[in-house]
């Protein structure tokens, strides 16, 4: 083989490495590409390995913008335009963070107020995102800005402060519709800080001061209000308790009452029902117990006697009597 065949062998070579090399690229994972040929879309490219026809196919590097702080301090830090795309193409297809610069815009009560807001986003058809807008990070933006005063325009400055949540779906939902021809979709819209100028924000400041002043009176009022209520709830508790309780003294009294008198009526039930049975077994007892009742009361009247004494002969009858009545109650028994 000659030197020139050699030359033309390695040369040839070289162009097949070239060419080889130039059609194998790599995509990154969450990431596509867009091939053109002859200036015109052609295909899509997924994360990994793919092929194209280098010279005759090429891989579109789209300008597409979005808005970040710096992570370090995002409070003092300024926000900076950075394309979401690398050189090589590769374009995200993952959900991307726009932390644009706060807007000015102007409330219903012509407040000057500067929503500072942040947009999540994603792309799901990259052919549209690319293709039917210019820039698609741009147009966000700007969209965004305009959705914005709009909203902000019908709320005065007590509803912005406190409807920063509903501001910022109301949002979302009109930038969501918009950007439908975009093949993009607004995952969420969150209000970072509503600032208003100096005079205004002092202003609103002694409105809320007034405000929470005049709650914590009436928290104040009620509470005391509650405390007397209390009170006088524990003042009436107090007096039925104590009513309850000489109520049920008393019930317990009664029935003691009661219960002694129903013993004694039934000791003198039993008693007369003893002596009738007595009475009926030996009828002469009843002369003999009223022989005995009568010396009774006049041994008692001779005892009450002071300067008189007297031994009258029916004390022989008196012991008689005993006798005859013992006599009385022996028979008894014994027939018993």
Do not use: C
């Not at 800080?193 to 914590?216: P, W, Y």
């Not at 009513?243 to 008393?250: C, D, L, P």
């Not at 008198?261 to 007369?272: M, P, V």
């Amino acid at each position: 083989m000659t030197i020139g065949a050699i030359i033309f062998w390695l040369v040839f070579a070289t162009i097949l490495i070239i060419i080889a090399s130039k059609s194998i690229v790599n995509t990154k994972e969450a990431h596509v590409m867009l091939v053109e040929r002859f200036g015109r879309y052609k295909k899509t490219l997924k994360p990994g390995l793919n092929f194209y026809i280098p010279f005759v196919e090429l891989i579109k590097k789209p300008d597409v913008i979005t808005y970040d702080k710096d992570p370090s301090s995002p409070d003092t830090s300024k926000s900076m335009m950075r394309y979401i795309a690398d050189r090589k193409g590769n374009l995200p297809v993952s959900e991307i963070i726009m932390d644009p610069p706060e807007i000015s815009a102007i409330s219903k009560d012509n407040a000057t107020v500067y929503p500072d807001s942040i947009l999540y986003f994603r792309i799901v058809d990259p052919v549209k995102a690319i293709y039917e807008v210019e820039d698609l990070g741009l147009a966000l933006y700007k969209l965004l800005e305009t959705t914005l005063r709009q909203q902000i325009g019908v709320l005065d400055a007590d509803e912005i402060i406190k409807g920063r949540e509903s501001i910022g779906s109301a949002t979302k939902n009109a930038l969501e519709e918009a950007s439908e021809a975009w093949g993009t979709t607004v995952t969420r819209v969150e209000i970072e800080e509503i600032r208003f100028e100096a005079e205004v924000m002092e202003a609103l400041s002694d409105q809320r001061a007034s405000e929470l002043k005049g709650r914590a009176r009436v928290i104040q009022s009620e509470r005391e209000k509650e405390a007397i209520i209390i009170e006088a709830e524990a003042a009436k508790q107090k007096i039925v308790l104590q009513a309850e309780a000489e109520f049920e003294q008393e019930r317990l009294e009664a029935e003691a009452k009661y219960l002694k008198a129903s013993r004694e009526l039934e000791g003198q039930a039993k008693g007369t029902e003893a002596l009738a049975l007595a009475l009926g077994k030996n009828p002469d007892a009843i002369v003999a117990l009223e022989a005995l009742k009568a010396q009774i009361e006049v041994a008692s009247a001779i005892g009450k006697s002071n300067n008189t004494l007297i031994i009258p002969d029916e004390t022989a009858g008196l012991v008689g009597a005993i006798k005859s009545l013992q006599k009385v109650f022996e028979t008894d028994k014994f027939r018993g």
